[in-house]
């Protein structure tokens, strides 16, 4: 291989010889993730520092109506209480853990999206930020309005059940309204069933208040959360847009 090489820089020269490999080299490169990132525009020390080698990518993917904007959100809270790790004011000024989070916007087409969660994303640090597999969606009706309520628009779709045995029961004992079946069917890690997000507007409190409320997820009896492990690659979130959307199944 070597000669060939040294045989094509004598014959057509370097600069043409690195034309003539950018094709292979396209070909050797790890796309990026899938998906539009925000981070917070201000940046500071305490940050959670980026993996420079992350490993675990779930693409999550489904349906959505035009009449719905919506994104990811991941959140981290700081464990180190120590320096500019912890936020040392009182608690009624908001002292406590530091928090970070930034946003996934996915890539739409038509009525299917797709993005990319990347699980370690980030690192740890010297803050010991509790990097977590959770993600939250928010959602809001394309045409909202000034004065438009959002109630629970944003819901947690996939839950970090690494290292939990899920066999565990879910309900405490003394807990009579808890269920063991609807548990296990609101939040379960079986990739073959979609998570749900059904959203609607409602009547408006009887308040003197202008616009509508939105609401997604109302007194669901479906799978509302998928519960991430260590194996999972692929999440299927389908949303829908009870006020517009005829699809139903």
């Known amino acids: 291989m070597s000669g060939r090489i040294a045989h094509l820089l004598g014959t057509v020269g370097t600069a043409t ?4 490999m950018l094709p292979l080299l396209a070909a050797c490169q790890t796309p990026g993730p899938v998906g539009r990132i ?5 940046v500071e020390q305490s940050d959670p520092p980026l993996n420079p080698n992350p490993m675990h990518v779930v693409r999550l993917h489904g349906r ?13 809270a700081s464990t180190n209480r120590e320096g500019d790790c912890w936020n040392h004011a009182g608690f009624w000024e908001g002292g406590g853990a530091k928090t970070f989070a930034y946003d996934i916007y996915p890539v739409r087409r038509g009525d299917t999206w797709e993005a990319d969660l990347v699980v370690d994303r980030y690192l740890s640090g010297r803050c010991a930020w509790n990097i977590r597999g959770n993600a939250m969606i928010m959602v809001e009706p394309t045409d909202a309005r000034e004065g438009d309520t959002f ?6 779709v996939v839950g970090d059940a690494r290292g939990r045995d899920e066999n565990a029961p879910r309900c405490q004992p003394g807990n009579p309204r808890c269920s063991e079946e609807r548990s296990r069917r609101l939040s379960n890690s079986d990739d073959t069933i979609p998570v749900e997000v059904r959203c609607k ?3 408006p409190p009887p308040l003197p208040a202008r616009g509508t409320v939105f609401i997604c997820n109302e007194f ?12 999972t690659r692929r999440v299927r979130i389908e ?8 699809r139903q199944d």
């Open 38 to 42: 925000v981070t917070p525009s201000k």
């Open 151 to 156: 109630v629970e628009g944003m819901r947690l």
């Open 64 to 76: 959505a109506p035009e009449t719905l904007d919506f994104r990811f959100r991941v959140a981290f």
């Open 239 to 246: 949303l829908y847009d009870l006020d517009h959307d005829e």
């Open 17 to 20: 010889l690195a034309l003539l």
């Open 201 to 203: 507007r409602v009547k």
């Open 220 to 231: 669901p009896e479906y799978k509302t959360t998928h519960l991430l492990q260590n194996s």
